[in-house]
């Protein structure tokens, strides 16, 4: 937000340094000191901001219209990221308002030179500087009430020395060019070879924005997506590289980042929503949600666990018997358990003079991870029969609206009778599972069969006629 009036700072002081110009003389006097200047202060200012007002503008127009598909969006992607782009768009519009009008006044007045003598700059700065002491130290004390306490005095002594010390330096100091200012001068040092020496070796640079194209493509797509041309040249030859432990181990440092637009946020809870089978009773399933509950609150990591089996005395919580819900409450991540994490310099008793500093970049202890957490959870709620369904309660309740049930992805058997039955045996057996695909996960199926049933069959007319034969007189 601060680039343009950085921009147009920066564009203003150049040519207050660069460009001949004169101030307003006083007033029936015409001396100028003898030299012919055509330009006073304010025509300088106001050249400098309409030389660069125009790219300004052009560079906001190009970054608000890089928005619009942003605008565009429906759904829930509308309702997270609409708000973001209206909030950039606003404050970047905002920025540019200031950068053309407000920018360009603050810096005719605080860019002016002054011609203060030290006596005058010296009682200036000290009366600035009493009046930012006695006006912090009434804010400190009796604005924020902190009574006998704290006094106040050293930090409003502090910041009127400082503020008393700036004015005083704005009173004495002069406009020097860009060139000849020691920072400046560091800082072309440094980049004037580094600018020589790319544009002389252009094909070696161009290796660099290259090699972070790739990676980059690494990191979004997956390794072993990336490297099916190597793969299949290695193939050819008769090497299978995929074997190796270093292509292994590079799949698994780059698994890639899915294709999925909203990736789900951090809720700071869990909802386990295990299924048994359709046929089960309800005292079956209240004793699985108690083992359950009881499972789950030994992880230590786990505040509060609450469970609910079947629906409530509501039509819109249709939820069968054999649906149970566990909301299940994590405490702060600052209290999460540490483990142990080997390093290279665990096991060297040489460096023990320096293991404090190894310790401090390579720490040998980390945080439990939320997949770890969750993968232990996991495996102390496994009851056989019973299938684990591992979300959030917002991703949940928006999950289930967008598709209908409890996955991001799922397929319906529309067939029936004996070949649904054969179909779904796959199925069923593969639960356990994990995805062969890059991005795999758990295999679920939703078991619907066993469903206890009354079939009624009504009976034609003819045979209700004739077991009732008064019936079948007309009256």
Known sequence: VSDMGIIMTENIY???????WRTLPASGSTDTGGVRQDKTYFDVVCEASTEVGGAIVTAVVNTVISFIPVFALTGPEGKMFRPLAYTKTFAIAASVILAITVVPVLSYYLLKPVTWSRRRSLLIGGLAGVAAMIALRFALVWGLD??????????ALGVGL???????????????PLEENRVSQAIFKVYRPTLCWVLAHKGTFLTIPVCLMALGGTVWLGFDFVGIPISATCRVVGFDITETNGWQRLEQTFPGIGREFMPPLDEGSLLYMP????????????????QQDLAIRTVPEVRDVVGKVGRAESSLDPAPIS???TIVTLIPEDDWRMLSQPRWHSEQVWLNWCRPALRYVWPEERRITKAEILEELNQKAAIPGVLPTWLQPIQTRLVMLQ????AMMGVKNLRCGSER????????GADSQEGARRGGCRRRSARRQAVPRI?????????????????????
């Open 455 to 475: 079939r009624d069959r009504p009976r034609s007319r003819r045979t209700v006629r004739s077991q009732h034969p008064r019936h079948s007189r007309r009256h």
């Open 162 to 176: 400082l503020v008393g010390a700036l004015v005083y330096r704005m009173g004495r100091e002069q406009l020097i």
């Open 14 to 20: 150049r040519r207050l340094t660069t460009d001949s």
């Open 275 to 290: 299924s048994i089978l359709p046929s089960a009773s309800l005292t079956l399933a209240e004793e699985v949600i108690k």
């Open 323 to 325: 649906m149970i819900e």
């Open 403 to 406: 598709t209908g049930f409890r």
């Open 421 to 428: 039955d054969r179909t779904n045996r796959p199925a069923n």
């Open 146 to 155: 902190l009574g006998t306490t704290w006094t106040g005095w050293p930090t």
